[in-house]
T-cell receptor, first 112, second 111 residues
Framework: GQNIDQPTEMTATEGAIVQINCTYQ??????LFWYQQHAGEAPTFLSY????GLEEKGRFSSFLSRSKGYSYLLLKELQMKDSASYLC?????????????FGTGTLLAVQP | DADVTQTPRNRITKTGKRIMLECSQT?????MYWYRQDPGLGLQLIYY???????NKGEISDGYSVSRQAQAKFSLSLESAIPNQTALYFC??????????FGEGSRLTVL
């Protein structure tokens, strides 16, 4: 089966940089997604990596290493509004696209 | 207006009652999903549908059923609700790119 691991909680300071890691085990890899979810709200899409390397999008970047089954989300110049859960997700076994399996999420608290 | 709309947004019910959560979308996507979210457990897939005639079980389908009434509508039913079905339920849609678009969630409490 699939297994996705993320740290449960992290704390960082406003203005700093934080890296949220995700490791996964799956067959038929077909990309890795990161979503952001504020408390009580719906998850929203942040990034999608299908090839190895770093994808940069403003203050947020996402990295993927397929050989290591590893990804991270890098948040720069942290703002208080970045306090949220960050969810790592991969398509299910067999590489079936669009049937995403989610990790339990990393709750990030940004402190002044 | 939201592209993915869920009703009701909040519901309190009693054990044994039948409950239906409804989802409608204006994104024109073929693929629709129902997820459940519990604290510490993340999002778990209940059922998904890739088109009107396609229904598939997810990770935790026991105790739930679904109906895809049209491309734009996908409802989730709890035939006889039990307290451990208390959770936040999300409907989502996607096209073939894989990005999920979520509704605002339906908070269900079963007493």
């Amino acid at each position: 089966g699939q297994n996705i691991d993320q740290p449960t909680e992290m704390t960082a300071t406003e203005g700093a940089i934080v890296q949220i890691n995700c490791t996964y085990q799956t067959s038929g890899f077909n990309g890795l997604f990161w979503y952001q979810q504020h408390a009580g709200e719906a998850p929203t899409f942040l990034s999608y990596n299908v090839l190895d390397g770093l994808e940069e999008k403003g203050r947020f970047s996402s990295f993927l290493s397929r050989s290591k089954g590893y990804s991270y989300l890098l948040l720069k110049e942290l703002q208080m509004k970045d306090s949220a859960s960050y969810l790592c997700a991969v398509p299910s076994e067999g590489g079936a696209t669009n049937k995403l399996i989610f990790g339990t999420g990393t709750l990030l608290a940004v402190q002044p | 207006d939201a592209d993915v709309t869920q009703t009701p947004r909040n519901r309190i019910t009693k054990t044994g009652k039948r409950i239906m959560l409804e989802c409608s979308q204006t994104k024109g996507h073929d693929r629709m999903y129902w997820y459940r979210q519990d604290p510490g457990l993340g999002l778990q897939l209940i059922y998904y549908s890739f088109d009107v005639k396609d229904i598939n079980k997810g990770e935790i389908s026991d105790g739930y059923s679904v109906s895809r009434q049209a491309q734009a509508k996908f409802s989730l039913s709890l035939e006889s609700a039990i307290p451990n079905q208390t959770a936040l339920y999300f409907c989502a849609t996607s096209d073939r790119t894989g990005e999920l678009f979520f509704g605002e969630g339906s908070r269900l409490t079963v007493l």
